[in-house]
């Protein structure tokens, strides 16, 4: 089945530093690739999407990058804020579209 | 507003009592699905729908029940609840399938905090 791995938590940065965290995954075919964040008390909320192989999500200065040869959809930003602490979820679509594979989440903490 | 909204936001209950978390959008959406959180394991889906009359199941769907009578209430139903259903819980609402293109965003509810003692 299909499956996604991300990288555990927590992640601590200062403001203003280079953020990357870590996905790939395992599935047959060709899923869309999503990154959702969870502020706290919150629900999840989509961040970017990446439909086929190559294609480049962004939002919010967020970037990923959906990379087929790697089973990879990490996410980046170049300077992170206070404001972007949260839980970040990377997910993926079956081929028919019908459900959402959630990885365990990482949660980001960026201190001032 | 556009909004997904669940009842109760907190539940405790004991073991074996039925019990029902609503969920309701606003938004004419055709799809509907429930997850649940747990630490380190991330969302799984419960169960989905694609459209009224239409369900299906999810990864995780034991112990579980829906319905989808109207188009704007997915209700998730525990006949027989369990301490190992203790979790958070989310509905969400998409106006098309996750995995199609355009506008297939979920939208998730503020969440069901529910204890099985």
């Known amino acids: 089945g299909n499956s996604v791995t991300q990288m555990e938590g927590p992640v601590t940065l200062s403001e203003e530093a280079f953020l990357t965290i870590n996905c790939t995954y395992t599935a047959t075919g060709y899923p869309s690739l999503f990154w959702y964040v969870q502020y706290p008390g919150e629900g999840l909320q989509l961040l970017l999407k990446a439909t086929k192989a190559d294609d480049k999500g962004s939002n919010k200065g967020f970037e990923a990058t959906y990379r087929k040869e790697t089973t990879s959809f990490h996410l980046e930003k170049g300077s992170v804020q206070v404001s972007d602490s949260a839980v970040y979820f990377c997910?993926?679509?079956?081929?028919?579209?019908?459900?959402?594979?959630f990885g365990g989440g990482t949660r980001l903490m960026v201190k001032p | 507003e556009a909004q997904v909204t669940q009842n109760p936001r907190y539940l405790i209950t004991v073991t074996g009592k039925k019990l029902t978390v609503t969920c309701s959008q606003n938004?004419?959406?055709?799809?509907m699905s429930w997850y649940r959180q747990d630490p380190g394991l991330g969302l799984r889906q419960i169960y989905y729908s694609m459209n009224v009359e239409v369900t299906d199941k999810g990864d995780v769907p034991e112990g579980y029940k829906v319905s989808r009578k109207e188009k704007r209430n997915f209700p998730l139903i525990l006949e027989s609840p369990s301490p190992n259903q203790t979790s958070l819980y989310f509905c969400?609402?998409?106006?098309?399938?996750?995995?199609?293109?355009?506008?297939?965003?979920?939208?998730f509810g503020p969440g069901t905090r529910l204890t099985v003692l």
């Open positions: 997910a993926l679509s079956d081929n028919a579209g019908n459900m959402l594979t």
């Open positions: 969400a609402s998409s106006l098309r399938r996750v995995g199609t293109s355009g506008s297939n965003e979920q939208f």
């Open positions: 938004m004419n959406h055709e799809y």
